[in-house]
T-cell receptor, first 111, second 111 residues
Framework: GQQLNQSPQSMFIQEGEDVSMNCTSS?????WLWYKQDPGEGPVLLIA?????ELTSNGRLTAQFGITRKDSFLNISASIPSDVGIYFC???????????FGKGTKLSVKP | ETGVTQTPRHLVMGMTNKKSLKCEQHLGHNAMYWYKQSAKKPLELMFV???????ENNSVPSRFSPECPNSSHLFLHLHTLQPEDSALYLC??????????FGPGTRLTVL
């Protein structure tokens, strides 16, 4: 079945640094979503992307829908301790298809 | 209550027990989902209900039995589970097949 390759698996950064993570797929997607999950909670939607080349921001977070439609990137600027958590990408290949999820990027921020 | 709620948040059960997980969405959505989240694995889609009709059953063992009495409520009935079924069970809802919103999950431990 379809799989998403999300990298890196984990990141250990200093507060104030910028963060970058990405997801790639072997097939074309029409939708890319980015979620954040805190310990003991469900994933929370951060950004939704629906068009190739689209660049969308949500506060310090910026995500892009890759022009090839096979990848997406999430950037976090000036990280703070509350950015700690696991970030998941999810993609969908058609309008009625199911979401495919990446394995997540675990972010740790040192004050 | 707002968003997607799940009860109980934690559940410990023996292999011979029968229990049910409950999910309720207050977003006016018309599709609901059950996912299983295990350590180091992507979210696994278990069931999809659209307009109260089950439209997807991803080869889930019959010891898991979903029920969707209306568009706001979703249940997962559990019986004779195995220890490997221990995981975080997440409910989500959406309008059509657009972005999904997740509940906080039920942490299930099977002894």
């Amino acid at each position: 079945g379809q799989q998403l390759n999300q990298s890196p698996q984990s990141m250990f950064i200093q507060e104030g640094e910028d963060v970058s993570m990405n997801c790639t797929s072997s097939s074309i997607f029409n939708t890319w979503l980015w979620y954040k999950q805190d310990p003991g909670e469900g994933p929370v939607l951060l950004i939704a992307l629906y068009k190739a080349g689209e660049l969308t921001s949500n506060g310090r977070l910026t995500a892009q829908f890759g022009i090839t439609r096979k990848d997406s990137f999430l950037n976090i600027s000036a990280s703070i301790p509350s950015d700690v958590g696991i970030y998941f990408c999810a993609g969908r290949g058609g309008s009625q298809g199911n979401l495919i999820f990446g394995k997540g990027t675990k972010l740790s921020v040192k004050p | 209550e707002t968003g997607v709620t799940q009860t109980p948040r934690h559940l410990v059960m023996g292999m011979t027990n029968k229990k049910s997980l409950k999910c309720e969405q207050h977003l006016g959505h018309n599709a609901m989902y059950w996912y299983k989240q295990s350590a180091k694995k992507p979210l696994e889609l278990m069931f999809v209900y659209s307009l109260e009709e089950r439209v997807e059953n991803n080869s889930v063992p019959s010891r898991f039995s979903p029920e969707c009495p209306n568009s706001s409520h979703l249940f997962l009935h559990l019986h004779t589970l195995q220890p490997e079924d221990s995981a975080l069970y997440l409910c989500a809802s959406s309008f059509g097949r657009r972005e999904q919103f997740f509940g906080p999950g039920t942490r299930l431990t099977v002894l």
